[in-house]
């Protein structure tokens, strides 16, 4: 063999191994991405757990015999508060929670006294800036695991995925317990 083509191969494995660094290095990053993303989500999902108990305090003293529909309330929070893990779990414990907020929400409604509190408006404006706060961070979270859950995928970076236990990240889906304070486009399913 001579020179030239010794140095052409060298040059030929030189660009792999960095094209392999490079790879890897952009999953590690997206790896760390998606963690951050999920602690912004964890963090919104702890301010709702912390409104939770002055909401039912708030409610009970306008609608003390709604005793059920705050014990509802007391428990799912309770349940969520006590899930941490994976995403999937974390939303099938939230979706009990979301339901129990829905339905304390559905009787407010029938106490005018309570919906005209200052106090008690104060906390459902800083639920929903709360539930926008959660849906963001949830756009974000899936954004992340989209790009990297494709990477994983796609060729030729799967060879560095599974030589390297590059596994797919599951999305977190849960839905708003309260309207949105700001009309949101329809999800069209891009950041699912």
Known sequence: MTTDVLYMIGVVVAFVVIALIVSYNRFVNQRNLIAN??????????RRYDLIPNLVETVKGYAAHERAVLEEVTKARSRAVAEHGS??????????????LRHLF???????????????????????NTED?????????????????????????????????FELRE???IEPALKTAV???????FYT
């Open 37 to 46: 993303s999920w602690s912004n989500i964890d963090t919104e999902l702890t």
């Open 87 to 100: 995403p999937e779990e974390q939303a099938a414990a939230e979706g009990p929670l979301v339901a129990a």
């Open 106 to 128: 559905a009787v407010v409604e029938n106490y005018p006294e309570l919906k005209a509190s200052s106090h008690f408006r104060q906390l459902q404006d800083e639920l929903v």
């Open 133 to 165: 706060r959660i849906q963001a961070a949830r756009r974000f979270y899936n954004a992340n695991v989209r790009d990297y859950n494709t990477r994983v995928q796609a060729l030729p970076s799967n060879m560095i995925a599974g030589a390297f236990n």
């Open 171 to 173: 999305y977190f889906q």
């Open 183 to 189: 009309a949101q486009p329809p999800d069209m399913g």
